[in-house]
């Protein structure tokens, strides 16, 4: 079975500075997705990044980006030139691409960005 | 807006009784998955659906049951409510490039 795992459960940075949040996953599976969502005060589930496990470049979306470590089983998220509007649960989930495809979480780290 | 709609938003009902939550994919997905979230928890996957077949199945109690319909649809059933039934509960549907995109949840309330 898949699992993922956040330790940071809390963050905490100052606006506009750089902040990284870490993933961990174990799996036997060669072929999946990595994503990253972030879950605000309106408890809104709401996708950030996506990365295909067969790709070795690192995704970017604006001011989010990935550093995704195969070997490792590492999925890092980093967010640039934070914004209060950042602040938010964010959840690292894993998917296989073959057989039962359920999207599995991590259990979350509370990000948040301080004016 | 992530096309996904789940009705009601919110639901409050008492302890032993039966509630239905709905939930319409985006047009054009096929899978449907639900998925429960208890205050300042995480999302407890509950089941999936693929073109109107279970496909997997996660912690979902007995007292528990879904189904998609024919026009992709899916209705979560629980029953015989409990206190501890109290959350937000969430329909996705899944693109064919693997990311799931969320409803808004139907936050029920058990008294």
């Known amino acids: 079975a898949q699992t993922v795992t956040q330790s940071q459960p809390e963050m905490s940075v100052q606006e506009a500075e750089t902040v990284t949040l870490s993933c961990t996953y174990d799996t036997s599976e060669n072929n999946y997705y990595l994503f990253w969502y972030k879950q605000p005060p309106s408890r809104q589930m709401i996708l950030v990044i996506r990365q295909e496990a067969y790709k070795q470049q690192n995704a970017t979306e604006n001011r989010f980006s990935v550093n995704f470590q195969k070997a490792a089983k590492s999925f890092s998220l980093k967010i640039s030139d934070s914004q209060l509007g950042d602040t938010a649960m964010y959840f690292c989930a894993f998917i296989k691409i073959q057989g039962a495809q359920k999207l599995v979480f991590g259990q979350g780290t509370r990000l948040t960005i301080n004016p | ?111």
């Open chain 2, 1 to 111: 807006d992530s096309g996904v709609t789940q009705t009601p938003k919110h639901l409050i009902t008492a302890t032993g009784q039966r509630v239905t939550l709905r939930c319409s994919p985006r047009s054009g997905d096929l899978s449907v998955y639900w998925y429960q979230q208890s205050l300042d928890q995480g999302l407890q996957f509950l089941i999936q659906y693929y073109n109107g077949e279970e496909r997997a199945k996660g912690n979902i109690l007995e007292r528990f049951s879904a189904q998609q319909f024919p026009d992709l649809h899916s209705e979560l059933n629980l029953s015989s409510l409990e206190l501890g039934d109290s959350a937000l509960y969430f329909c996705a549907s899944r693109k064919n490039t693997g990311e799931l995109f969320f409803g808004e949840g139907s936050r029920l309330t058990v008294l």
